[in-house]
Nanobody
Framework: QVHLVESGGGLVQAGGSLRLSCAASGLTMDNYTVAWFRQAPGKEREFVAAGLRTGITLYADSVKGRFTISRDNAKNTVYLQMDSLTPEDTALYYC??????????????????WGQGTQVTVSS
């Protein structure tokens, strides 16, 4: 059984940084595309970033240049480094895994497993 556990969220001031982690059990992350999505209260789920299993990384325009997705295969963990945070980044962040390795992963429809999420709150 696959489990994804996110951690690293918290309260940070605008301009600050956080690093989120998505740790997996029950699968080898290196064989999967892993993506981060977020959802703020009253808003639709939003794609944030993806590390395709081919090695390509994708970012939403809203986070490009500020967020970086990376992997540590030895720890079976994917990270999301978030810099220059703004209040608009406040949301529940969660990760998902899929075997799909195209830009279509940004729709969120192809994912097989999801974590429970970690809350990120950015104060102004």
């Amino acid at each position: 059984q696959v489990h994804l556990v996110e951690s690293g969220g918290g309260l940070v001031q605008a301009g600050g940084s956080l690093r989120l982690s998505c740790a997996a059990s029950g699968l080898t992350m290196d064989n999967y595309t892993v993506a981060w999505f977020r959802q703020a209260p009253g808003k639709e789920r939003e794609f944030v970033a993806a590390g395709l299993r081919t090695g390509i990384t994708l970012y939403a325009d809203s986070v490009k240049g500020r967020f970086t997705i990376s992997r540590d295969n030895a720890k079976n963990t994917v990270y999301l480094q978030m810099d220059s945070l703004t209040p608009e980044d406040t949301a529940l962040y969660y990760c998902g895994t899929t075997r799909v390795a195209t830009r279509s992963v940004a729709t969120g429809r192809a994912f097989e497993s999801w974590g429970q999420g970690t809350q990120v709150t950015v104060s102004s």
